[in-house]
């Protein structure tokens, strides 16, 4: 049965290092089915990198400059699809206050994939970058509920490697015992 993944939203709780995935299943001939997944594991790097790639995106349409680059952090993008699967995001930051010393949260309006080149200048509307970035960001969360994860991904390169080699491997890092280093039990004779 062929099912479509609509994603709802995707967040990265770092304090907890969780991501959280909402999505829909769309069945050939039932109801979809909505699921929410919590996941402690590791994504593989690019989901963070499609992440931190919407720092400059969030920063422009909230009309901040560039000294907020490094104090405004993404961590939350919640998707919406009109009727004819045109995408809409917003996207939440934590930005940090110095003064305060703490981060608040602040959300980019919901804003609207450009159908054509007119929309594209218009305001409510995402750049070309932008739209690239929402959809690498996606992209990436498919990728993780695939299980395609930063720990399977290590595993995997470790048994290429290991395949590629003659030599045996060592299973664990501990050094082998030397008959040197062996002391002696003695034997109740």
């Known amino acids: 049965m062929k099912t479509d ?34 996941f402690s594991e590791k994504a593989a790097p690019e989901f963070y990198e499609a992440l931190e790639k919407l720092t400059k995106p969030a920063c422009n349409i ?64 995402f750049t070309q970058e932008e739209v690239d970035a929402l959809w690498k960001l996606e992209t990436e969360a498919r990728k993780y509920l695939d299980g395609k994860r930063n720990q399977i991904q290590l595993w995997s390169e470790e048994a290429t490697a290991d395949a590629q080699t003659d030599e045996p491997q060592q299973i664990n890092d501990v050094p082998p015992v030397k008959i040197s280093n062996v002391i002696p039990i003695p034997t109740i004779q």
């Open 5 to 38: 993944v609509i994603i709802k939203k995707i967040k990265y709780l770092e304090s907890a290092d969780k991501i959280v995935i909402e999505y829909e299943r769309r069945y050939k001939d039932k109801n979809p089915s909505y699921h929410i997944s919590t």
């Open 62 to 125: 909230l009309g901040l400059g560039a000294l907020f680059l490094k104090r405004l952090k993404p961590h939350t993008v919640s998707y919406k699809y009109s009727e004819d699967g045109t995408m809409s995001a917003a996207i939440s930051c934590l930005l940090y206050s110095p003064r305060a010393d703490k981060d608040n949260n602040i959300n980019v309006p919901l804003m609207r994939c450009p159908a054509d080149e007119t929309e594209a200048g218009q305001a409510g509307f």
